[in-house]
């Protein structure tokens, strides 16, 4: 007995294979040459999968009949169609309409089988690939091969080498397990590796405030430099690089946050008012900064931040320092927090900011101090992030030659000191 599907499934069926048909014919409305499939065949064609798939769900053989006689007309279509030419003279060996016909075809059955998402996405994915063919084929090109084979590197290291890793602790010395350093890493590069390809990849990125945003997602530090040696080299960026700078910073906050919630909920719940507080404080300064002066800024007089995005944060030697940085950090944390408590642990967060903190704030986030109270552990976050404030005003003041960036100097300051005082509200670290 055949089931009713119902009229939602039958309306979803419809809309979509539709929707796909109406994207296909519009794509090559401008070709002179007839290609088979659009706004009228596609939905027969998902109307007639489905059809085809309720007389037998079990075993598919009507579908599958259905399936075969469509797939031997495309072959015929295709083997014709080769032999021509398109626009630019060249022989027509593209795959696409055959693949789509077929895909409007295997819609039908998956709009009935399936829950809605999947008949959406099975959808959305092929417009999205099929509209953004020029786009898609430009950035190909622009791609320097070293990075597609570091980035598969990666994804080997990470989809092979992180399910092998054992989860328990090699050490006494540290709760920190093998598998726990492996995925810090890859959360922290993938951050990282998002904001490289935005700077290096995306035109808007490469100038103003956007450049100072991507890099405070990569790395605040390393953008404050930057932009305080371009506000000393060119006066007339110095407001731009003043703002960039303390907005570098902003996003900082928000970066520690949800690096912060991918391994620790609990904590990151407790920091979640502290950290977007001092970001929301951090971009009001920038906005003050940026436009408060009177005169239109000119965010593109700023340079692009080639100096920070020059190397692939997802190359082995940068990975290999992280991990490394990352154990150590983790002895250091577990052996100050059992010899001098809670202190050891703010000393430490102290001494940290004028390195890299992703290692100390994810080792915590990770537990890799047991027995520290959340109230502890956030408080040495923040004394962390404010003491590399300290370090950035420093590296502000002294690159652009104390005047050019002296206002975002002293926000990084005041942010360091907002950061301490929420510190020792959440721990009450006053004597």
């Known amino acids: 007995m055949i089931s009713a599907p119902s009229p939602t499934s039958v309306a979803l069926l419809f809309g979509l294979s539709f929707f796909l048909g109406l994207a296909y014919e519009d794509y090559f409305s401008h070709s002179n040459q007839r290609r088979p499939g659009g706004v009228r065949t596609f939905p027969m064609l998902a109307l007639a999968s489905g059809v085809l798939y309720l007389f037998d769900p079990p075993h598919f053989i009507p579908f599958t009949g259905g399936l075969l006689v469509l797939g031997a007309w495309l072959v015929i279509y295709y083997r014709d169609h080769i032999g021509q030419q398109d626009e630019q003279s060249e022989p027509n060996v593209g795959l696409v309409v055959p693949i789509l016909n077929m895909h409007a075809y295997l ?3 998956i709009a009935l089988a399936f829950p809605p998402w999947v008949a959406v996405t099975a959808t959305v994915a092929p417009v999205l690939l099929l509209t953004a063919r020029t786009p898609l084929h430009d950035l190909a090109r622009r791609i320097d091969v070293k990075e597609i084979v570091t980035a598969g590197q990666f994804l080997i290291l990470t989809g092979i080498i992180l ?3 054992p989860d328990k602790p090699v050490t006494s010395l540290t709760s920190i397990t093998p598998q726990k350093v492996w995925l810090a890493l890859v959360v922290v590069c993938t951050f990282s590796y998002a904001s490289y390809l935005a700077q290096r990849y995306w035109a808007a990125a490469a100038r103003g405030l956007w450049m100072a ?3 405070g997602l990569y790395s605040s530090t390393a953008t ?3 932009l305080a040696r371009q506000a000393n080299a060119q006066s007339i960026a110095a407001r731009q690089a003043q703002a960039g700078i303390t907005l570098a910073t902003g996003i900082m906050y928000l970066r520690i946050l949800a690096v912060i919630a991918i391994f620790n909920a609990t904590l990151a719940h407790r920091l979640a008012l502290p950290l977007c507080g001092l970001s929301l404080a951090a971009l009001a300064i920038c906005a003050a900064q940026y436009w408060l002066p009177g005169r239109n800024p000119q ?9 920070l995005s020059s190397r692939n944060p997802l190359e082995l030697g940068p990975a290999a320092i992280f991990a490394v940085l990352f154990i150590v950090t983790s002895l250091v944390a577990t052996w100050a927090s059992t010899t001098f408590g809670a202190s050891g642990i703010f000393a430490l967060a102290a001494i940290v900011g004028i390195t890299d903190i992703d290692p100390f ?3 915590l986030a990770q537990g890799g101090t047991p027995g520290v109270s959340d109230a502890v552990l956030a408080s040495a976050i923040l004394i962390a992030a404010s003491s590399n404030n300290v ?4 590296y502000a003041a002294s690159f652009a030659g104390g005047r050019a960036t002296a206002a975002s100097a002293a926000a990084l300051v005041v942010l360091a000191v907002a950061g301490i005082a929420v510190a020792i509200a959440l721990n009450d670290l006053t004597p």
């Open 391 to 394: 370090l950035k005003a420093i």
């Open 224 to 226: 404050t430099v930057v």
């Open 213 to 215: 945003a991507l890099g």
């Open 107 to 109: 819609l039908g059955a």
């Open 163 to 165: 399910p092998l890793l």
């Open 299 to 307: 965010p593109d007089k700023l340079q692009s931040l080639a100096q």
């Open 361 to 363: 704030v994810l080792n």
